[in-house]
């Protein structure tokens, strides 16, 4: 890889972590192509993304961005999740550890907030941001229908003893 490259992979990882809510940092330990392959899917289907990249670099493209605290972390063959939901990226690398012994989830963090490893699984386990959007919208939609049961009520009761006396006119 030359200078012009490095400078590319650089900028561009900065490009993701100033504009992401959460960075996962994981630790490969001979996954497969396959396995590889899984992850990125399921972390692209989540709204997600891994790169790996050299530490070295890494640790350079994290300046200036709130995620400086994690440097400390990029030792050993490590991949870099991140994701705009806080919750997408440590849900699906929890979800793959736990199926996986050779993926290890090393720690992240959530702009200037460094989490362990029990901070990232405890991250995982919150419900994402288009699950808490869907209990909003069922919240917000059950009391109309609640109405609407109520106002339609007395009508269908009117309708019912007309239709009763209608019956016994007609008997």
Known sequence: MDRLQKSDLVAELNRSFSETSVV???????????????????????????????NRLAKIAIEGTP?????????GPTA??????????????????????KFEIVG??????VLDVNGVKALAA?????????????????PATKVARVVQAPAAQLARIFGAYAAKDAA
């Open 24 to 54: 996962v940092v994981t630790r490969n330990l001979g996954l497969t192509v396959a396995q590889s392959t899984e992850l990125r899917t399921k972390m692209r289907d989540a709204g997600a993304s891994i790169k790996v990249a050299k």
């Open 67 to 75: 995620y400086v605290s994690i440097s400390d972390l990029l030792t």
């Open 80 to 101: 870099i999740a991140t994701s705009s939901d806080p919750v997408a990226a440590a849900k699906v690398a929890v979800e793959f550890a736990k199926s996986n012994d």
């Open 108 to 113: 992240g963090a959530m702009g200037d907030t």
């Open 126 to 142: 919150l419900p994402s941001l288009d699950e808490l959007r869907a209990k909003i919208v069922g919240l917000v939609q059950a």
